[in-house]
Every structure is written in C-alpha cells, then in structure tokens.
C-alpha cells in the first residue's frame, strides 16, 4: 500500500523555521514531480511549492519565495520543505503530493500541521 509519511510540522513563533520531510513509497519516485500545498481554516487548498523529477526546475508561490526552500533526495524517496521567516498566515495543514510525470496520476500525504503563533 501506497505510504507517504510526513513530519516536521508543529508550533513555532513568527519569524521561527521549522522543515517539513516526506517520505514516500512510490514506486519510481525520480519519476514524479513532488509539490507542497496547504490548507488553512476555512480555505481551499493551496499549491505552494514544486519540484521536478531531476530538480531541474523548482517554483514556489509569490507569498512564500524567499522564505521557503523545497529539495529532495532521490536515493531517499524523500522531499522537504525549509520554512524560514515563518509568518501567521504559513499556520496550515501543509500536504505532500506526488505527480506522475508518466500517468499524470496524483497521489497525496496525510498532511502535518504547521501553527505559526505567539
């Protein structure tokens, strides 16, 4: 069964870091795009960052550039997401997702919490 494992969220004060990991089972994981998005309250879901299979290209959206740095470790089936900079309005849900470069399938994590409060 298909797992992705997701950690490093938790309660931070603004201005504070925290680094998100996801480890995945995929099968093929050098094939996938990997991407971050998060929901907060009341809000629909968000993209947030991407990276390609190769870390060729990686992109993020305009609120978080700067603050937010997305790698991955092929040899690990792993991704992460470097908040530096935290702000109140980063407190949400943040999910890893996983995208097929050959199916354009989508797979998604459980999600992890991230709280940016003083």
């Known amino acids: 069964q298909l797992q992705f494992v997701e950690s490093g969220g938790g309660l931070v004060q603004p201005g504070g870091s925290l680094r998100l990991s996801c480890l995945t089972s995929?099968?093929?994981?050098?094939?996938?795009?990997m991407g971050w998005f998060r929901q907060a309250p009341g809000k629909k879901r968000e993209w947030v960052s991407c990276?390609?299979?190769?870390?060729?290209?990686?992109d993020y959206k305009d609120p978080v550039k700067g603050r937010f740095t997305m790698s991955r470790d092929n040899a690990k089936n792993t991704v992460y997401l470097q908040m530096d900079t935290l702000k109140p309005e980063d407190t949400a849900v943040y999910y890893c997702n996983a995208n097929s470069e050959i199916s354009l399938r989508d797979y998604w994590g459980q999600g992890t919490q991230v709280t940016v409060s003083s």
């Open positions: 990276i390609t299979s190769g870390s060729e290209y990686i």
């Open positions: 995929l099968s093929h994981f050098e094939l996938h795009t």
